[in-house]
């Protein structure tokens, strides 16, 4: 017969397993359960799949070009979605939180925008090539406007420039005002020497240079009289400006020979450098310290949420992705 103690401890393990409970003494431990291998990451519980997430990292992938990635050159890649991806979750998780949500028809109308950057018939070609289907697109969509509304709602509505800011900023980027020296000025250009001499003549002799330029002149500009409009220093071929930079108002410059042909120049006004005011520039500065207020707003609302968060990244499953989608994934 069996000593008791072997018994009883024999009973007290049945005992522990019938409750689940592991690693008694005298007892053979049960393999610890490791995390979930069909999830990369939760986020305050909310998983991110393995299949959601290489599909997102083949299509990033399928934007690169060259040979395919080697494991080590997806590890970046790999890193960057997890936190765009978990930033998107938490973001509508907010949205959420916020009773923050778009319409089938905001949907409908962001689809159309979105469609309507490529000729007729290209739309779902581009889709095809992205390996994304329509209602993956419309769901895309919607997470993109959801989390647009949740920043308008809630974080920029809460953004606003002072008059003082606005005055600071001006003072400390004069030169971002200065308006340089402009010319208006008017071009007739023709291809040979001899013609060129004639036009020059006819000027002299009293004809107006527009009706000559209309005439005679072979640039696009001859249908306006060969009016240039304004224009500063450099934006127009070097040899243009080395020549009416130096002209007064009225003056006509002598033939100019480039690689378009021999010209003959008029200037028809000038306009001095000037700092403009702030009554002129006030819309514009607004919208630069709008724009940077409402970048470190989302940044810090960004932030917070993070700080807040319970996300855990499943490392182990992580490290087995290769660029490449699963069997199962793929299948779908």
């Avoid at 397993?17 to 007892?27: D, N, S």
């Avoid at 994304?132 to 969509?141: F, G, N, P």
């Avoid at 940077?292 to 949420?305: I, M, P, T, W, Y």
Wanted: glycine fraction near 6%.
């Amino acid at each position: 017969m069996r000593p008791a103690s072997f018994r009883a401890s024999l009973l007290s393990c049945s005992a522990a397993l019938a409750l689940g409970v592991l690693g008694l003494t005298g007892c053979r431990p049960q393999a610890q359960e490791g995390p979930d291998p069909t999830v990369v990451a939760t986020v305050n519980g909310e998983s991110l799949s393995r299949t959601d997430f290489e599909q997102e990292l083949a299509r990033e992938l399928a934007t690169t070009e060259g040979p395919e990635p080697t494991p080590e050159e997806v590890e970046p890649f790999k890193r960057a979605l997890v936190d765009t991806l978990v930033k998107r979750m938490l973001l509508l998780q907010a949205a959420k939180q916020n009773n923050i949500a778009v319409t089938p028809e905001e949907v409908d109308r962001g689809v159309l925008r979105l469609s309507g950057d490529y000729p007729a018939g290209n739309f779902n070609e581009v889709l095809a090539q992205g390996q994304l289907s329509m209602a993956e697109l419309r769901a895309r969509e919607a997470s993109r406007l959801t989390i647009e509304k949740l920043f308008t709602n809630h974080v920029y509505s809460r953004v606003a420039v002072t008059e003082e800011e606005l005055r600071a900023y001006y003072a400390a980027h004069e030169a971002d005002f200065q308006e340089p020296e402009e010319v208006h000025a008017a071009q007739m250009v023709v291809k040979g020497l001899d013609e060129a001499r004639k036009l020059q003549a006819q000027l002299k002799a009293g004809k107006k240079f527009s009706d000559l330029a209309r005439r005679y002149s072979l640039s696009a500009d001859a249908k306006v009289g060969g009016d240039l409009g304004f224009f500063p220093r450099g934006q127009m071929p070097p040899a243009f400006d080395e020549v009416v930079f130096k002209l007064g108002v009225g003056q006509v410059s002598d033939v100019v020979s480039t690689e378009y042909g021999y010209h003959l120049f008029k200037v028809l006004e000038r306009k001095a450098p000037r700092k403009r005011e702030l009554a002129e520039v006030r819309a514009k500065v607004e919208g630069r310290l709008l724009e940077a207020k409402r970048a470190a707003a989302q940044e810090a609302f960004e932030k917070d949420l993070r700080d807040k968060a319970q996300v855990v990244v499943n490392e182990a499953t992580l490290q087995t992705i290769r660029g490449r989608p699963a069997p199962q994934a793929a299948a779908k």
